[in-house]
């Protein structure tokens, strides 16, 4: 069971244009919301996360919008350089009884692709 | 380098024999999880460990697998007996606190079973 899904296996984008991540999730204790970036024989790097008293959440080129009536998150990514081709992972965590709050639900990843 | 540190980073085991991964947390952590991610899927939650206690084992398998924190020296995975189906890169994360504290992940441990 996919609790958090990742629909698009990859993305292509040209350099300087807005890249648009999306992730969906089913679990509605779901909270809290990470985007990490894994390079090829590197562990995941965290990004951006936000909480579900949030709707958008901004860190420099990196935005994270969180439609919680839809269980959607998306991460935008503006301009987009060739150095951010990666893999994105959504993951998210929920407060539910006994605080297993730190138990991170992965989607299966976004390969996106900038190019030159 | 005040990161995560695995090791080792590639490990190639026979089916039947033992692997042991290694994970040292950042300094200043003392909260660490198991994750492993099999080919073309997201990382699955195995374990959440602080010094000397296992917090959370629900995303371990029942047998063969087991993890420790000790007082002194890394975090280790331990797999016994593995088999092919073992295969994959089993990363660890640290934190510094439980709950909302992002986690910061190791390079990870490729483990091939032949």
């Known amino acids: 069971d996919q609790q958090v899904k990742q629909n698009s296996p990859s993305l292509s984008v040209q350099e300087g244009r807005i890249s648009i991540l999306n992730c969906d999730y089913t679990n509605s204790m779901f909270d809290y919301f990470l985007w990490y970036k894994k390079y090829p024989a590197e562990g995941p790097t965290f990004l951006i996360s936000?909480?579900?008293?949030?709707d958008k959440n901004e860190d420099g080129r990196f935005t994270v919008f969180l439609n919680k009536s839809a269980k959607h998150l998306s991460l935008h990514i503006v301009p987009s350089q060739p150095g951010d081709s990666a893999v994105y992972f959504c993951a998210a965590s929920d407060e539910s009884s006994g605080g297993s709050n730190y138990k991170l639900t992965f989607g299966k990843g976004t390969l996106l692709t900038v190019n030159p | 380098n005040a990161g995560v540190m695995q090791n080792p980073r590639h490990l190639v085991r026979r089916r039947g024999q033992e692997a042991r991964l290694r994970c040292s947390p950042m300094?200043?952590?003392?909260?660490v999880y198991w994750y492993r991610q099999l080919p073309e899927e997201g990382l699955k939650f195995m374990v959440y460990?602080?010094?000397?206690?296992?917090?959370?084992e629900s995303g371990m398998p029942k047998e063969r697998f087991s993890a420790e924190f000790p007082k002194e020296g890394p975090s280790i995975l331990r797999i016994q007996q593995v088999v092919r189906g073992d295969s994959a890169a089993y990363f660890c994360a640290s934190s510094s606190g439980q709950g909302n504290y992002e986690q910061y992940f190791g390079p990870g441990t490729r483990l091939t079973v032949t």
């Open positions: 300094k200043g952590h003392s909260h």
């Open positions: 936000i909480s579900s008293i949030k």
């Open positions: 460990l602080q010094k000397e206690n296992i917090i959370d």
